[in-house]
């Protein structure tokens, strides 16, 4: 059923029991209510899992397998862009055909992202080039780093972002956009092909998460099983697993389209 008011505090006590699980939708329903759609599954008047769509192309899907199928009628996208925990999977593929990954370093079609997470007590920076942080007016230079137009990065510079320069270039960057009161999501972490593996990047994330833990939280991201490199460096710094995994993939819907 939809969400209601009557609800939503349920919802959120639910995803507030396990904030590594639930980042995205607990960010997005409190600071981005009004690009999301949200059901939820309730059995004997129990809750039993969520269907959150957001910005209407991403369906994030947290809870117990039985609630999926359910869940999924209430969609009317054709080509979503999954989050799923895999044991949902098997449910989604019956009325939803995995078409490619979200990650270019993934093998296959499915991506599996690991998540990771770094507090005071693990946090070990490694900062050995000059790291400043970047600001809006920065947006030209951060997407020329990732190839698009500065308004399609500007979301990654709302809430902290750091990069490094040489000359006028920016090579490379990481980003926190999404904050909650004690845990922040990194992502946007880019180097320039032709300036990789000179610990780059190890440098703009030591800088990031040394901020975030100044500012009283932790750090959490995900990373694609399939992308050693990236794994390297977030260990390497102190990032840990934290057991949860999730997949993603963009699909195709099996149902017809009207004619």
């Known amino acids: 059923m939809p969400l209601s008011e009557n609800l939503e ?21 409190t600071y981005l209510r009004e690009k999301t759609r949200t059901w ?17 192309r991403i369906l994030t899907m947290r809870g117990d397998e039985k609630c999926i199928t359910s869940l999924l009628k209430n969609t009317g996208l054709i080509t979503p ?15 939803f055909e995995p078409t490619e990954p979200p990650d270019k370093m993934t093998i296959g079609k499915i991506t599996t992202f690991l998540t990771m997470k770094t ?10 080039h000059t ?11 951060l997407g020329e780093l990732f190839g698009a137009e500065p308004q399609r ?23 926190s956009p999404e904050m909650l009161e004690d845990l922040a999501i990194i992502r946007g972490v880019q180097t320039a092909p032709e300036e990789r593996n000179k610990g780059y990047s190890t ?19 995900y990373v694609s099983k399939d ?15 934290t057991g949860h995994r999730f997949l993603s993939f963009i699909a195709q819907s099996k149902q017809k389209l009207p004619q």
């Not at 939820?40 to 209407?56: P, R, W």
């Open 9 to 29: 505090h349920r919802l959120f006590e639910f995803m507030n029991r396990d904030k590594i699980s639930h980042f995205y939708d607990i960010y997005d329903l």
């Open 40 to 56: 939820v599954a309730l059995s004997n008047n129990k809750l039993m899992g969520y269907m959150v769509e957001y910005d209407k």
């Open 81 to 95: 862009i999954f989050n799923i925990e895999p044991k949902h999977l098997t449910a989604v593929k019956r009325l």
């Open 119 to 128: 507090s005071p007590d693990t946090f070990k920076p490694v900062i050995r």
């Open 131 to 141: 790291v400043q942080e970047l600001k809006r007016d920065n947006a030209k230079a």
């Open 153 to 175: 990065v500007q979301d990654l510079l709302r809430g902290l972002t750091f990069g490094i320069f040489k000359g006028s270039k920016l090579v490379s960057a990481a980003a």
């Open 203 to 221: 440098s703009v994330c030591s800088a990031l998460v040394q901020q975030l833990i100044k500012q009283g939280k932790d750090a959490m991201l």
């Open 227 to 241: 992308n050693p490199p990236a794994l390297e460096v977030y260990k390497k710094i102190g990032f840990k697993e």
